[in-house]
């Protein structure tokens, strides 16, 4: 198969746009040429030539000869706007915005399939893995069972410094934060939205299920306090802050972002720092396991560029198993978590199905056992600031 020429009109000369730059300048390419680069800001100094750099546009989206636009903005509203304007003049988009792709996902599909054009995103979901040709191209829509992992690599090194070095939440947010791992809003990492963002994407691709991401239910690590560490530590537990989307029954498929308990005899428990790990299982081949690292310059930049050689063999996701299917999600199930609190009067014995396990002391107090989820995802105290949820090692939803 022939190759097509690339011209490319980069947006963001951040963490990634500069690790693709990196990238090209170290592995010189004849078939792909970075023709402008737009960024916000100006008076910066910027490590390309003056010639390429511009902050309009109309420079990029009105150039007939730039036939790829590389989106790689921090801020998901222009980015939309961005990528609306390129697939209206006919160009190919590859971009890593997983809260503008999930947020807009029914009107990006029909804006780029009308158009004819190609749109791809794996560096989006978990950066160097790649998770979403995987899934778009392997799986056979009626085997693929559940999908599970850690999809956040700022959380996963934040969660592996408290867990393992003892430092504090905020410090370890900082750090992530200098090595370029977290967002530039750390709510969307640690309150776990960028995870359901690459989750909702991810059960497109999976299971055919598209839906907006506000359906879908995330809590964070950001209140997970010294108690909580320190029962994961004395069980022999890491936390881990997992994405979840199975099959619960017939056409029922459920979904979720939680923290929670990972017992060593589980591959994740061993996916640390920023890297990221994904289960899948199905139902004839048992369970398979990818590992690579999800954040950072070169290795999202490496699933950008990676994007942008397939783009030049015309690839396109196929989106399969959108059609013929009715996948369903549903919030009728139970999970097992630890609901812990500092003051006995956050927790309320009488939601729980079942108790495993009590635990009262001056001010850490818990209760681990069987919740409703829409018990759980609809009560008061959900949403106080001192209670932590956290799933206990083998939950993953039963039906109700
Ligand atoms: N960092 C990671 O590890 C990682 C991993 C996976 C996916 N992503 C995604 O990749 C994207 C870029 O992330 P990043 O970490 O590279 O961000 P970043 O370091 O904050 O850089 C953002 C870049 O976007 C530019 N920009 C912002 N608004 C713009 C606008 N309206 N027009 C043109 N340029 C604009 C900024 O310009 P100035 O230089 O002028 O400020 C800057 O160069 C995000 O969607 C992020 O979610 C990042």
Redesign the pocket.
């Known amino acids: 198969m022939s190759r097509k020429k690339i011209i490319i009109g980069l947006?963001?000369?951040?963490?990634?746009?500069k690790g693709l730059w990196d990238i090209l300048q170290q592995r010189a390419r004849q078939d792909v040429e970075i023709r402008k680069i737009?960024?916000?800001?100006q008076g910066?100094n910027r490590e390309f030539p003056e010639a390429l750099l511009t902050y309009n546009?109309d420079d990029i989206l009105d150039d007939p000869e730039i036939n790829l636009v590389v989106e790689?903005?921090?801020?998901?509203s222009?980015?939309f706007f961005?990528v609306n304007r390129a697939f209206e003049k006919g160009k190919s988009v590859v971009s890593?915005?997983?809260?503008?792709i999930a947020e807009n996902f029914v009107t990006l599909l029909e804006l780029h399939q009308k158009k004819g054009v190609s749109f791809l995103y794996e560096?989006?979901c978990c950066?160097s893995i790649p998770i979403i040709r995987n899934l778009e191209e392997y799986y056979d829509n009626d085997m693929l069972e559940l999908f599970e992992g850690i999809v956040n690599?700022s959380t996963n090194y934040i969660l592996t410094r408290m867990n393992q070095d003892g430092v504090s939440f905020d410090y370890a947010l900082r750090e992530a934060q200098v090595q370029?791992?977290a967002?530039?809003n750390p709510a969307l990492d640690v309150e776990g939205y960028d995870s359901k963002y690459k989750l909702t994407i991810l059960m497109a691709h999976a299971f055919g299920i598209t839906v907006n991401p506000d359906s879908v239910f995330n809590f964070g690590i950001h209140r997970l306090g010294t108690g909580v560490i320190r029962y994961a530590r004395e069980k022999g537990y890491k936390i881990k802050l997992i994405a979840r989307s199975m099959k619960l029954d017939g056409d029922e498929f459920i979904a979720y972002v939680m923290p929670q308990f990972i017992k060593s005899d589980n591959n994740l428990f061993h996916v640390d720092g920023v890297y990221n790990g994904v289960i899948t299982e199905t139902f004839f081949s048992d369970r398979q396991f990818f590992v690579g690292r999800g954040?950072?310059?070169f290795p999202?930049a490496s699933a950008v560029l990676s994007d942008i050689s397939a783009i030049s063999y015309d690839y396109r996701y196929e989106y399969k198993k959108l059609t013929g299917t009715h996948p369903v999600l549903t919030n009728s199930f139970t999970v097992e978590v630890l609901i812990s609190c500092g003051s006995v009067d956050c927790l309320d014995a009488s939601d729980f199905n079942e108790i495993a396990e009590e635990y009262h002391a001056k001010d850490f107090h818990f209760i681990a056992g069987e919740i409703d989820f829409r018990k759980l995802t609809g009560s008061a105290w959900i949403a106080e600031r001192d209670v932590s949820v956290v799933l206990l090692p083998s939950a993953r939803g039963k039906p109700a």
């Open positions: 947006f963001g000369f951040g963490c990634v746009g737009c960024v916000k800001v910066k546009p790689l903005i921090d801020d998901a222009q980015a961005i890593a915005n997983k809260k503008m560096a989006a950066a690599g370029g791992f967002e530039t954040a950072g310059a999202t």
